[in-house]
């Protein structure tokens, strides 16, 4: 009975102060909402192991990560062999090569489209505990040599392009102009080991090699039960000594600097290796958001407990137990929290839904989405939420509770006033301040670099046009255009690919709507495979001693279609075919720094190799071009040094086509497509947007975690100014009285201003070195995702401190202004 | 004891051979409080004199005004209406920070609840009112802290902290505070109303003391003996002087 009457009681002083409790229960919702979708983002992204089916984690084995150009690397085949043979923990294991796949209908002509297709080991679906809903697995047999070849297709595959066809099973289709039978179609969603779309088995040779070779294999392993995956960890460590030891020096560049090679990861870490930082300082900044939030509830429920101080000391006159006061104090954080609470399940459902249509957006071109990049609430996060909403009532109900028990109640009665304000109280007033400016200064600070990084980046000048540019790439089936090794085919079958490009090329600039039309490897703002390059007559005595270049394979007159220019020599020519010297060109940059005078055509470099190789000798400068940016600006990798190779002397089976178009983009599409159907039509053209969208792909998830922190960052300034305006408001009004003394003691209002002011601005200094230090510490861990410029460490160094320092010296200046402007009669009777 | 209750609430002591001793002149004073549209007539027409060296006392009910006038007397409060006169300066219409500075180098508080900054040591809260005056230099305000300290005998909790204190104590440092800047008045709001007799007693001695030392000394009081103790009592009605007699021969508070 007792306790409904408190929690009426408590119900009818919420009520009484609407805006109050309003702004509270936002607050929490706040803090609870951004805590739930962002460990529901982590927790299905990265922390939540990837099970398939069964009891124990997936882990991935792969090469140790390329920080430089935020690649995931791929092992041999033959080290492959050496973990499956010698590591007794591992209980089950397959290697997988992803890739792309041409797929058409066994008709001739019938045209072909990509899908992403996965070369990969017969126990792949044993392994993820699915089995196809029609035909059957992979077997062991397909591996071999001579074998038939099979593939098993994903349920899109049979959907939408051979339209739900009944009798799918053990017809041929053409995958990559290569007839191959259908044994098997999966059920819808399926798509391990991540994004792949049609299975296919790997070649014996890749399971059972003799030798190394430059495969490109990754592997999903599961240990067994009883294994530690940090012993696993060291095992493999030992293997990889061995392995750096033994290799021979034509494969020493699978090895890394530091001597790294073979690692073992949890699987969907393994994915998001190069956001993995980016994801923890997110989670950083939340726990911020969130214990700021509370700072804030409690420092609002503690201004309520100074205000109801009167009421307290009644109470306990009245003998009050001890824990029906504490209890009190607590029904209003109850009440806040828990309705704080449900809203953050409509927070961080409707935030969670919107991630699910970044993740669209950002893989609706490459459909490279990992299939567990679907994120929603599950039980887990309602468990955390409960436990939240509880911490959260002990730290905002405790506060004020605190301030209910240690007061002078004997005083309060005696002088009718709330009695001078206690030591312990005013540094507990002065610990939350600090701490206001603290974290808000970390969150605000990590969210201004992020944000304006990720501006700048946006808009970076790539040194190209992109206005009226579509991109694709260009994928011609193997089957129909290989290349053989022997050396009297190798030149006529890589001019056969290349007359295909060129056929395309010319078809589409004879269209009424096409400007021209440029093949690349990689087209400025993507890319950058960079390497050393040594200079002829000045090669650095050590080989990274050199300078460094994105080099990019191109198609002759190319230039003008993105906006490049040719700025001294000539473009790649017919002459250059096969010729008896290897040429390149290279842009302004390296013209510029390298053969000031101008004389850059004629000198030869070429390039160099941490294992000796100079890898196609020397080639000779024939043309110098205008600068590009090649990798996108968020990149570490990105360099302003570019070399260009002729395309026509490589023959790659892909490559990038950008068109410059007049009219419509559709329409410039329909003319790729067109042209290709004209020329031949089992290649293929996907991945077609335009060329700004290109720009903006690798930025899209970067771009969206930093409207997240844009998101903290608005909440952050809420916090901070109310936060920081609250809790300097209460304390400086408990100190009326005080002021009220100073005054009749003769303080001029400057001196009391000064008073204030000057502690805040000791508040400050240390709030803001200590976030200062803490932000710059958590915003280097992230410089291995992006790049961070300088101009978004002012912004973040400066503007932000320069905010918060505002909003500190506003929150002191305007109460103490107050309660200074009160008579001094009046403050020193204030209740 | 002589008595004067004239209606216009004049005094008879302030005449002509005292004008040259006038330290406070209060006018046709009135202060109103705005309440929700409610006026409340805390003090009206109030004419004061008090001289230097005199040593008085405000009685009256609760919710008389009594406080009101001092604070209007202490310059914590500005009156709705008329004119005060301090040390023959027009302090009616000074600004905020004139009137603190006149607050600081002419006015002494005692107040009921003492009014210590907790935060601050016993010496550091006597020399708060000098560390507001550029005249005076750290070594003079030592001196001056360790003089008033020493007169209300606290010199040796010089430092320690409030808390550290009992009341009687409190009031003591309350009342080096006060003196500390040797003003030209002592305003005492219920100096006693949060002691116990024997610390009362003490604190009332003190003021004694203060004043046959040549204080000017001006007491808000509910208890009749401690307004015995003063030269000249005032008692406040309503918002009025009603009575303004001087003691003939001012008491000692039995203990």
Redesign the interface.
Known sequence: MSITLDIKYAARLLYKKPIFTALTVFIVAIGLGLTLYTYSLLSNLVFKPLLLNKDTPIISIEAEFNHSHLSRRSVDAFDFLTIRNEMDSIDEFGVYEEGIALVGKSQQNSGTRKYNSVRVEWNVFDFSGVKPIMGRALKAEDHFDGAEPVVVLGYDIWQHYFLAQDDIVDSIILVNAIATRVVGIMPAGFSFPTVAQLWKPIEQNMLTPTERSRSWLFAYARLKKDQSFNIFKQELSALNKRIANNIPDNMRWRINEKGGYLRAVPYKIANITHYYSLFITMAVVVVLILLLACINVGNLLLARVNERFKEVAIRVALGVPRKRLILQMLLESIFICTVGGFLAVLFAGWGLELSNTVFEQMYRVTENKPFWWQVSLDTDAIILLILSVIAMIAITGFIPAWRALSGDFNAVL??G?RG????KF?RASQLLVISEILLSCVVLVIATILLSSSYFAGQADYGVETNNRITATIELPEGSYPIRQEEEFELADTLKRTAFYYDLKDTLEQMPNIEGVAFMSHFPGTGAGASFFEIEGRVAAVYNENPYSNNEVVSRDAWSAIGMRVIQGRDFNQSDISAEIDTIIINESIANDFFPDGDAVGQRVRRAFRNGDREGGWQTIVGVVSDTYHGSAMRTSSEQYSSYFMLDNIGYSWIDIAIHYNGSQALAEKSLQQAINQVNSNATAYHMQSYDELISQPMILVSAISKVFLLCGVIAIFLAASGIYAVAANSISQRT??I????????????IMQLFMRKAVWQLLIGLSIGITLSLWVVNRMTDTMVINQGSYMVGLIVIPLLIIIMVLVATYVPTRKIVLM????A?HHD | MKSNNNSNNTTDISNAEKATQVLVKLHDIKKIFYTDDVETHALNNINLTINKGEYLSITGPSGCGKSTLLSLLGLLDTSSSGSYTLAGHNVSDLNRDERAAIRNKEIGFIFQAFNLISDLTVAENVELPLTYRSDINTKQRAAMVNTALAKVDMLHRAHHFPSQLSGGQQQRVAVARAISAKPSIILADEPTGNLDSKNAQIVMALLDQLHQEGATICMVTHDPRSAARAERMIEVFDGKIVADQLTETPTAIAV
Do not use: C, F, M
């Open positions: 005696r002088d006033t001078s304000q206690g030591k005013a009285q005080e009220g003394v100073r005054r009749a003691l003769g303080a001029s209002d400057s001196i008579e001094p009669s009046d020193l």
